[in-house]
C-alpha cells in the first residue's frame, strides 16, 4: 500500500493541473461502480485527506472521495490510466476553448496538440461528444474545409494524426494554411484502411504501408508569389487565351528565379536530410483537387526528384520541382476547367505533397514492381459474368504513370474483380498483342523519368548486381502458349515474352486485398472511389484516392426510344460507360468488312 501511495501521489503532483478534470472523471467511474453507497465511506475518505493536509494541499468533499477510492479500490495500472484520462480530457478542453476564441492562437493550440499527444493511448478515450468537435475544427484549420470532405474525415483522422501532419509540414505558424485536396485523399484513405486507434485488421495493417509524406502548405506559395512580387499571378485566370499566354511567358522566367524564404529552405533540406537520398516526387495538391465534385485530374503537374548529387545541388532540384509544381495551378488547361465548373472566382490555392517515390534501386533505375489505378466500380463490364460493382484495376509494371495517364501506344492489364483472370483476348497470341511493353522508370543519373522497352530494360537489369524479381509478372510465349517460367531467363527475346501479371493474378490473397482497400474506402466516402496505387515488395501503397464519379454529370437512368427494326443500324449492350451523349447530328457506320478489303495504300 505505501509504495502505491507513493507512486500515486508523484503522478498526481506532476499533473495537479488537471485535477479539476479527474475529479469529474472519477466521480462518475465510481458512482457508475457504485463505491460509495454508504455514509461510513464518506466519512472515512474525509478523515483520510485530512490527515493529508501537509502533503496534499486538496481536501475538499469530491477529493476526499477520489484518494479514497485511489488507496482502496483501484490498481495501479488502472490509476494510471484513469489519471492519462484526465489529462487528455483537461487538454481537449483546453483545445477546444482555444478553437472558439474570436482569434485562435496557432501556436497555443499547437502546444496544447503535442503535449495531448505525449500521453500514451492507453485502454481509455477521452468521450466523443469532446473529441469529434476538435477533429472537425482541427481538420478544416489544417487539412482541408471541404465540407463533404470534413464529413468524411472526422470519423477516421484523429488528433494524433493531425499532429504527424503538422511535424510533417512545412508552413507559416501565424498563417497554418491547408494541405490540398490531393494529401487530404491520400490521407484519408490510408486512415481508413488502416486506422490508428480502432477498428483494427491485422490482414490490413500487414499487407497496406504509407510511404513517407511531407506537406508544403497553401501558405507557403502564397508568401513566395509576395516576396518576389509575383501579384500578376492572381489576375491571370481573368485575362484571354492570347493574353494569358503572353503574360504567363514572362511571369515563367521570373517565377523560376524567386527565392524562397530561409526558414522554407531549411526544412527543405531537412526533408531531403531525411529521405537520406530516395527517389522523391512532387506532387501537386490544390484545395480543390480531388474534390467531390470536381477532380482536376490532369490539370496540374507532378515532377520526380532524384535526389542524388550534393546536398545544394539536391536542394536546387526539389526547390524547381516545387516552383513547376506552382505553376501549374496558372496554367491555362485548369483555368479552362476551372471556367467549365464555375470555379473561376473561387481563390484556389496550391498546397505541394512531397512523397518517397515507392520502389527500388536497380543499377541506374528506379521503379516499383507495379503501378495500379483501382475503381471500387467498373465504369464498363465486356462480360456478362462481371459485376460492376465488384470493381476493377488498370495495371501496369513500373511506374504507376502508364496506369493514371493513358498511352494509345501501349496496353495497361485491365483486371475485373469478379474474375481477376478473365480477359476479352481470345488465345495466347492476342494476350501478346495486347499486352504491356513500354516501362516508365526513373533514371536516377540522368534525373529523369525514361520509358523503356521492358525486354531491354530487364537484359540491362540483368547485368548488374541487382536482378529484378520478375515471378508472377512475365510469361514466356512459345508454341501459342503462355507459361510463367520457374527460372528467369538469362536473356530475354521479343515476342517470346509479355508483361501480363498472371501470376500474381492467380493469387487470391491479393485480388481480395485490393478489393477490400476499395470496398472499405467505398463505404467510408459513401459512394464510389477512385484510388492510386504501388505495389513493391509484397506491399500495396495507397497513394491517391478521390470520389469516381462526378456527381454532377451522373446519369442515373436514360431511357431508351422506341425504334422501328428497320431503322436499326447495329445494336450493343457491353462495354458502355454510365454516360450520356446528346446533340449527335451524325452517326456514320463503317462496314468493317468492306473497309478491311480496301487497300491499305
Known amino acids: 500500500m505505501e509504495f502505491k501511495h507513493h507512486l500515486f501521489y508523484q503522478e498526481i503532483m506532476a499533473h495537479s493541473e488537471s485535477i479539476p478534470c479527474l475529479l469529474k472523471v472519477f466521480e462518475r467511474v465510481l458512482e457508475a461502480k457504485g463505491k460509495w453507497s454508504r455514509e461510513k465511506d464518506w466519512n472515512d475518505a474525509v478523515k483520510f485527506v485530512e490527515s493529508q493536509k501537509k502533503k496534499i494541499d486538496v481536501n475538499d468533499y469530491y477529493s476526499a472521495k477520489l484518494y479514497h477510492a485511489f488507496f482502496n479500490e483501484i490498481d495501479l495500472d488502472d490509476i494510471k490510466e484513469y489519471i492519462n484520462l484526465g489529462r487528455k480530457e483537461f487538454l481537449a478542453r483546453k483545445m477546444l476553448e482555444n478553437l472558439n476564441l474570436a482569434k485562435d492562437d496557432p501556436l497555443e493550440l499547437r ?27 482541427l481538420i478544416s484549420q489544417f487539412i482541408s474545409d471541404h465540407l463533404p ?6 470519423n477516421y483522422i484523429n488528433m494524433r494524426d493531425i499532429e504527424q501532419i503538422l511535424d510533417n509540414s512545412i508552413t507559416i505558424v501565424s498563417k497554418p494554411g491547408l494541405v490540398g485536396g490531393k494529401a487530404a485523399g491520400m490521407l484519408l484513405a490510408n486512415r481508413v484502411v488502416r486506422p490508428t486507434l480502432e477498428d483494427y485488421d491485422v490482414e490490413l495493417d500487414e ?29 491571370l485566370k481573368y485575362l484571354s487565351s492570347v493574353e494569358h499566354e503572353e503574360t504567363l511567358d514572362d511571369l515563367k522566367i521570373r517565377f523560376m528565379r524567386g527565392k524562397f524564404s530561409k526558414e522554407v529552405d531549411e526544412k527543405l533540406r531537412y526533408i531531403l536530410e531525411e529521405t537520406d537520398g530516395a527517389p522523391l516526387i512532387v506532387r501537386s495538391s490544390s484545395y480543390l483537387e480531388d474534390g467531390i465534385g470536381f477532380s482536376f485530374c490532369g490539370k496540374y503537374e507532378s515532377v520526380f526528384v532524384a535526389n542524388r548529387g550534393a546536398p545544394d545541388e539536391r536542394l536546387a532540384e526539389l526547390q524547381e520541382a516545387i516552383k513547376e509544381v506552382y505553376l501549374s495551378l496558372y496554367g491555362m488547361q485548369a483555368i ?14 496550391m498546397a505541394v505533397l512531397i512523397q518517397k517515390v515507392v520502389g527500388s534501386f536497380y543499377g541506374k533505375y528506379f521503379f516499383p514492381a507495379m503501378g495500379i489505378v483501382g475503381f471500387s466500380k467498373a465504369s464498363f463490364c465486356w462480360n456478362n459474368k462481371l459485376k460492376a460493382e465488384d470493381g476493377m484495376l ?53 534525373k529523369k523519368v525514361e520509358t523503356i522497352n521492358f525486354v531491354e530494360l530487364l537484359n540491362e537489369i540483368n547485368q548488374g548486381k541487382k536482378k529484378f524479381d520478375l515471378k508472377g509478372l512475365i510469361s514466356t510465349f512459345e508454341d501459342d502458349m503462355l507459361s510463367e517460367p520457374m527460372l528467369a531467363p538469362e536473356k530475354y527475346t521479343h515476342g517470346k515474352c509479355a508483361i501480363t501479371l498472371n501470376g500474381i493474378l492467380k493469387k487470391k490473397k491479393f485480388t481480395d486485398l485490393i478489393k477490400k482497400v476499395l470496398k472499405k474506402t ?30 454532377g454529370n451522373v446519369v442515373e437512368d436514360v431511357t431508351i426510344p422506341d425504334v422501328k427494326d428497320e431503322e436499326i443500324v447495329f445494336t450493343a449492350s457491353k462495354g458502355f460507360s454510365n454516360a450520356e451523349i446528346t446533340n449527335i447530328p451524325f452517326l456514320i457506320y463503317v462496314d468493317n468488312k468492306k473497309y478491311n478489303e480496301l487497300s491499305t495504300s
Open 111 to 137: 502546444r496544447l496538440l503535442h503535449e495531448f499527444c505525449e500521453i500514451p493511448i492507453g485502454n481509455m478515450h477521452v468521450a466523443p461528444t469532446v473529441t469529434l468537435g476538435i477533429r472537425v475544427d
Open 522 to 551: 467505398e463505404k467510408a466516402y459513401g459512394m464510389p472511389v477512385d484510388m492510386e496505387f504501388a505495389y513493391n515488395n509484397g506491399k500495396l501503397y495507397i497513394l491517391q484516392c478521390r470520389h469516381l464519379a462526378e456527381r
Open 149 to 154: 470532405f470534413i464529413g468524411i474525415a472526422k
Open 207 to 235: 499487407m497496406v504501408a504509407e510511404t513517407d509524406s511531407y506537406f508544403l502548405k497553401s501558405c507557403v506559395v502564397v508568401d513566395y508569389i509576395n516576396r518576389n512580387n509575383l501579384q500578376e499571378c492572381h489576375s
Open 394 to 446: 488498370r495495371m501496369v509494371m513500373g511506374l504507376g504513370t502508364r496506369a493514371v495517364d493513358r498511352v494509345g501506344d501501349d496496353y495497361p492489364r485491365m483486371v475485373f474483380l469478379t474474375n481477376p483472370q478473365l480477359r476479352p483476348e481470345i488465345g495466347a497470341k492476342e494476350q501478346v498483342k495486347y499486352s504491356q511493353r513500354m516501362i516508365d522508370v526513373l533514371n536516377v543519373e540522368t
Open 336 to 349: 479552362e476547367y476551372r471556367r467549365d465548373k464555375n470555379l473561376i472566382d473561387y481563390n484556389e490555392k
